[in-house]
Every structure is written in structure tokens, then in C-alpha cells.
């Protein structure tokens, strides 16, 4: 996927969740919005370099939108609705082969209760609902999920167990959008029901795939499959 021409900054602060104030290369203070709930630890820190995407669109309240950071030498995508992007991409282009076969790709398809499954492939005998969950988080030096409390994380786990029961096939996929080369796991300490219900989901059969992103100023891929 490629990103819309991207501008540098450093941040000031995050705040309210969805701003950061920064400023740009230029000396400009600006106020981006920030597509990404979560607490994005070990992500953003106070002057770390930023780059942010700029949206001339009159219905906007905010024309700049947080793209990467920059954290030591690794580049981070903090945009977390790029992950289904590049996701419907890798699976298009046949990068994740573990879900080829199919001839049928939809996105965003209503579920379980009152969900949306972020990838339904179908053929004439199965189905698969693949959910996609963005990996941002570093402690130490392994990578995680989730960086805070996900109950709706926990629902979707649930519902995928729930497709499994009716006899259909169900997966889930962490993105990592970091270019670090890391081991990865489940963030247990930070939600314990995330965790048990992952350990639940895996056991009923829940497949799960684990997938690193390359990042740089222009595009980001899935590039490579990480055992886990």
C-alpha cells in the first residue's frame, strides 16, 4: 500500500486520544488526528520524528492525519486502519498463503452480534472469517498484543470461536507494523480475558497468523510470516 505524500514533523504532544500537536519540518504547529485507540505505548514519545499525510477535504475539521513514527531506527505505522489495507492486499496478491483457494474476498461483512468480520472469503464449500488486529507494541524485546484492554478484542475472539462451532473456518491475524525483527506474544499482563480468551480461540481452533510489515516513507507490506 502506498502512502499519500508524507510530511515530517516531531511531536509535541498526544492528547484526547485521537490528537497530537506537532510541528512540522517547516516551523508550522499543526494538530493531526491520530487513527489509533489504543495507548500506543512504546510508539510516540515527545519530540520523536513524525510523519503525517495531509487531506485538503472541506468535511474534515482536521487536514493532517498521523501516519508513522519513528522510535530509535525503527519506523512505526500508528495508523491502525492501515492494517486491513495492506491485509485484503497480501491476501489478494497470494503473499498470505495460507488463505489462497478462495473466490470470494469481502471485506467488512456483518457477523456474529452486531460485528463486522474484517475479511469473509468464500468458496462453494467453506467459508473463512479472517479478523485483523494491528501490532504496535514492544516491551523489552518482544512484540505484543494488546498495548490496553480490549473487551471488543475479546468479543471477536469469542465470535470467532463461535464460526468455528458452526462449522466454518476462522482466523485471526496480527499485522505487526513495526520494522522490528521480533518474537511475539499475547500481552497477558496488560488483559488477562484477551488472553484466556485467546488461549480458548486457539484451543477450539481458531488459526492463528502472525505476519510482519516493511515500512518505509512511501509504502507499507506485509513482507513475511512469523512463527508464533
Known amino acids: 500500500m502506498k502512502f499519500p505524500e508524507l510530511i515530517q514533523g516531531k511531536l509535541i ?3 484526547k486520544r485521537f490528537l497530537a500537536d506537532i510541528i512540522l519540518e517547516n516551523g508550522e ?4 488526528h491520530v487513527p489509533n485507540s489504543g495507548a500506543m505505548t512504546s510508539c510516540i514519545e515527545e519530540n520523536c520524528p513524525v510523519w503525517v499525510s495531509f487531506h485538503d477535504n472541506p468535511k474534515r475539521k482536521l487536514k493532517y492525519t498521523l501516519e508513522l513514527t519513528k522510535m530509535g531506527e525503527n519506523l512505526i505505522c500508528t495508523n491502525t486502519g492501515v492494517a486491513n489495507k ?3 492486499e497480501a491476501v489478494a496478491n497470494g503473499t498470505i498463503k495460507e488463505l489462497q483457494g478462495y473466490s470470494s474476498l469481502k471485506p467488512e461483512q456483518k457477523y456474529g452480534e452486531k460485528s463486522r468480520i474484517d475479511i469473509l472469503l468464500e468458496n462453494e464449500n467453506e467459508k473463512c472469517y479472517v479478523e485483523i488486529k494491528s501490532v504496535s507494541l514492544k516491551i523489552q524485546e518482544e512484540l505484543a498484543f494488546p498495548d490496553a484492554v480490549t473487551s471488543r478484542g475479546t468479543k471477536h475472539l469469542n465470535e470467532l470461536i463461535s ?3 458452526e462449522g466454518h473456518r476462522a482466523v485471526m491475524l496480527y499485522i505487526i507494523q513495526r520494522t522490528e525483527n ?3 506474544r499475547i500481552a497477558k499482563e496488560i488483559d488477562k480475558k484477551y488472553y ?3 488461549l480458548e480461540a486457539r484451543k477450539k481452533g481458531v ?3 502472525v ?3 516493511s515500512i518505509n516513507h512511501k509504502e507499507i507490506n506485509i513482507s513475511k510470516k512469523i512463527d508464533f
Open 86 to 88: 495492506i491485509g485484503i
Open 196 to 198: 484466556e480468551a485467546f
Open 211 to 213: 505476519y510482519q510489515s
Open 163 to 165: 464460526m468455528v462451532e
Open 207 to 209: 488459526e492463528i497468523l
Open 29 to 32: 504547529e499543526i494538530t493531526a
Open 13 to 15: 504532544k498526544r492528547y
Open 182 to 184: 521480533a518474537s511475539f
